[in-house]
């Protein structure tokens, strides 16, 4: 079948639903990737919400509903925990990493134990933004939600200017400029849901302004695009140093070093308008320094396998392209993605063609196996993207 038919794309949105509803555990969890040694078992928030926003997207409520239960009951089970870690905050205690919420958990909602690069805030906002997302769309009730909500908003709102690790698992010394969109558009949607209590909205809004004036002083690069990270360190009330090297020092993290993951703060988070000039030089810089021939590699610095290109960030570049008007440009990276996709019609997280560091492959392939496959999360955003582009199975 020819890459980039109508035929072509039409059978990829059905194969993602097929392989999201095949894996889609019981209890409602999506695991990143079934099969893959370092993922199995484990259900992300951040991976979790792009799948159910591609399956949302694609009608399947019932199975999206499911989801967002399981995230609910996963998180109003450690309100208690939240309760603890704000009132020590309040009290200028310190609280170390391993206190705070988890990244992932077991597919029955459990922590699991394996040592993970735990903490990350992404996620529980990401989150909250993808039920939003949902429950309008298709105008339902989430089981727990509202619970959940307030637990996730509360904990975001005292939080949010804590250095954590980033979408890729790195750097937690640092304060991720798409984690705090990831973060600003889950209290928003919070803000919006009417779960809120006085004080947990006040608090809401706080942070909202919060982040919003601190990219705007700290997080956008002399060239007026958005950076990797903030120009100021946070502090992590007694946080270790677990950092692995000093990053300023390198000017492919540094300074107007780019990540694709700031995508997300354009389309679908909404940090900046689409046509805010920050959001124009985000977006075009992020394709200039890391996207090559339909698809998009993580940071110049990656050495995750080698650093490819990977089919979940082709999706987001895409969606930014199909957002600001520009379908052409967006169609060419949906037949990039499904380009990727291997004989069963699976789409792995990423490609190792064109590496930006060819001899940190083999480090990798014998530490954990060859590149995970399927991902969810790239099948989840070939969903957003074809529905965008109003490509239906
Ligand atoms: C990536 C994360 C992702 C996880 C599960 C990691 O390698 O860095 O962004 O959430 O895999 O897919």
Redesign the pocket.
């Known amino acids: 079948m020819i890459v980039g038919s109508d035929l072509a794309r039409a059978r990829l949105v059905s194969r993602s639903v097929d392989v999201i509803r095949t894996h889609q555990s019981p209890s409602g969890a999506y695991p990143?990737?079934p099969a893959?040694s370092?993922?199995r078992g484990?259900a992300?928030l951040?991976?979790g919400a792009f799948i159910a926003e591609g399956m949302s997207r694609t009608g399947s409520a019932d199975e999206v509903t499911a989801f967002h239960a399981w995230c609910a009951r996963v998180i109003a089970a450690r309100a208690a925990q939240v309760d603890d870690l704000v009132r020590r905050a309040a009290h200028g205690e310190p609280v170390a990493n391993a206190e705070m919420l988890p990244?992932?958990f077991t597919l029955d909602g459990g922590e699991g134990s394996d040592e993970w690069w735990d903490h990350q805030l992404d996620?529980y906002g990401t989150w909250m933004w993808a039920l939003a997302e949902h429950t309008a769309r298709h105008g339902v009730a989430v089981p727990g939600a509202a619970r959940a909500v307030r637990v996730a908003a509360r904990y975001l709102s005292w939080f949010w200017d804590r250095p954590c690790y980033d979408?890729?698992?790195?750097h937690v010394d640092q304060r991720h400029v798409s984690t705090l969109a990831a973060i600003h558009a889950g209290l928003r949607a919070a803000l919006a849901s009417g779960h809120l209590d006085a004080t947990d909205e006040r608090a809401a809004r706080e942070a909202v302004d919060g982040i919003a004036a601190l990219v705007a002083s700290d997080g956008v690069a002399a060239g007026g695009h958005l950076r990797k990270w903030l120009a100021t360190p946070g502090s992590s009330l007694g946080a270790g140093p677990t950092a692995t090297f000093h990053a300023e020092s390198d000017p492919r993290l540094g300074g107007d070093a780019v990540d694709a993951s700031l995508l997300a703060c354009v389309h679908p988070f909404g940090l900046y308008p689409v046509d805010h000039p920050v959001a124009v030089a985000t977006v075009a810089e992020v394709e200039r320094q890391l996207a090559r021939d339909g698809g998009v590699h993580?940071f110049l610095a990656d050495t995750?396998y080698g650093g490819g290109r990977w089919v979940l960030l082709a999706g987001f570049l895409g969606l930014n392209h199909a957002a600001a008007g520009r379908r052409e440009e967006a169609l060419r990276y949906l037949d990039w993605m499904g380009g990727q996709a291997t004989g069963e019609g699976e789409l792995p997280?990423q490609v190792s063609d064109v590496l930006l560091a060819p001899g940190r492959f083999d480090e990798w392939l014998r530490r954990w196996g060859p590149v995970?496959s399927p991902?969810?999360?790239s099948h989840g955003m070939y969903l957003m993207l074809a529905d965008a582009l109003e490509v239906r199975a």
């Open positions: 990143a990737s893959f370092a993922y484990y992300w951040r991976d990244t992932r996620g979408w890729w698992e790195e993580r995750f997280e995970a991902l969810l999360w």
